[in-house]
């Protein structure tokens, strides 16, 4: 039976004729495309967090995170940010340009009813609330 196994050919490994690596930058023909896919599927949540994305630069764990008070605290929608980043627990500002506030807007009519301190997830249904009516904490899981 080890004679057998000394025969046999290597497997071929899984990555084969893949990319892999570190990926190139999305170019803003590509923003545009996808801005342009998310609004014509009326998919203001998903156009929000993206357009946010873009703007901060953040890591995902980090986006999740971001609270609705970051943004518009009283529900006026700021100019500029700051969020914590949760892999070197550095301040990180950012402009929040035009089109995202615009799509946070639109977002944040939707969901009236929501606490403006809620997280993203927890005001787009993601999350389920306790049995006490509070908004659960962020989630646990770290950075990939």
Not at 98 to 105: G, K, V
Request: with cysteine; charged share 20%; proline share 10%.
């Amino acid at each position: 039976m080890a004679q057998l196994e000394l025969f046999r050919p290597p497997r071929r490994p899984w990555n084969t004729g893949r990319i892999i690596g570190p990926k190139p930058p999305f170019k803003p023909k590509h923003i545009w495309g996808i801005r342009q896919q998310l609004k014509t599927a009326d998919r203001v949540r998903d156009l929000a967090l993206f357009n946010c994305a873009i703007d901060a630069k953040l890591l995902r764990c980090d986006l999740v995170k971001l609270r609705v008070s970051d943004v518009a605290p009283g529900g006026v929608l700021r100019a500029r940010a700051t969020v914590l980043q949760q892999k070197t627990g550095r301040p990180v500002p950012f402009e929040i340009t035009e089109p995202t506030r615009d799509s946070l807007a639109s977002w944040l009519q939707r969901w009236v009813g929501v606490r403006t301190t809620g997280y993203f997830q927890a005001a787009a249904g993601l999350v389920s609330t306790s049995a006490h009516g509070k908004t659960p904490g962020p989630p646990t899981s770290g950075c990939n």
